[in-house]
């Protein structure tokens, strides 16, 4: 695992352009310096960006039966969060920092950019998004199915609670718009 820039993750980036497809958002549900193998990409809580791999076409197991052409992307943090069957929740002692989201956000929108990665739903998503999608989110709350809630929740620039997927996306757009 090794710290990277921008500018180096982009040359990296082109080497697997035209083979990922899709990139999932997720945190590791531990600590703000903890780093998994599981991610492409770690972000600590200062923001900091790690790789664990430099080719990007590497499959780890990120996501349920989705690693195939995707990178997975995690913010180091939420290793005491809770979710409770009412919906409400508690992100903790290391709830994810602007910092971390920022630097997510400028991630997914450099990579959606050199790989010609839509940026919608359908190719940019959180684990509790997919999670949904598979039978094993949110939606679930309150059965035994119900596991992952990644990013299910943020707040927005307004400092409203908002899907994590929409705000995560709309600030990758914002920064792609910025150049």
Same mark, same amino acid.
């Given at each position: 695992?090794?710290?990277? /820039?921008?500018?180096?993750? %982009?040359?990296? %980036? $082109?080497? %697997? ?8 958002? =997720?945190?590791?549900? @531990?600590?703000?310096?903890? $780093? ?6 770690? +972000? #600590? @809580? ?15 197991? =990120? ?9 997975? +992307? ?8 809770? +979710?409770? %069957?009412?919906?409400?929740?508690? *992100?903790?002692?290391?709830?994810? #920092? ?18 010609? +990665? ?7 998503? #959180? ?7 598979? !039978? /094993? !989110?949110?939606?679930?709350? !309150? ?13 927005? /620039?307004? !400092?409203?609670?908002?899907?994590? @997927? ?7 757009? /914002? *920064?792609?718009?910025? @150049?």
């Amino acid at each position: 695992m090794r710290k990277v /820039y921008f500018d180096e993750i %982009a040359q990296l %980036a $082109k080497l %697997a352009k035209g083979k990922i497809h899709k990139l999932y958002l =997720h945190w590791t549900a @531990g600590h703000y310096d903890s $780093k998994f193998d599981d991610y492409h990409f770690n +972000i #600590t @809580g200062n923001g900091n960006i790690y790789v664990s791999t430099d080719d990007f076409t590497d499959i780890l197991s =990120h996501t349920w039966q989705r690693n195939t052409a995707s990178v997975g +992307i995690a913010l180091c943090c939420c290793s005491d969060a809770m +979710i409770f %069957a009412d919906g409400t929740f508690n *992100y903790g002692k290391e709830p994810p #920092t602007r910092a971390q989201i920022e630097a997510m956000s400028m991630l997914v929108a450099l990579l959606t950019e050199i790989w010609n +990665i839509p940026l919608d739903e359908q190719h940019v998503m #959180t684990h509790a998004e997919a999670a949904d999608l598979d !039978g /094993y !989110g949110p939606r679930m709350m !309150g059965t035994p199915e119900f596991e992952k809630w990644d990013l299910w929740r943020l707040p927005d /620039y307004d !400092g409203g609670w908002r899907s994590g @997927g929409v705000v995560l996306r709309g600030k990758a757009i /914002y *920064y792609r718009l910025r @150049g």
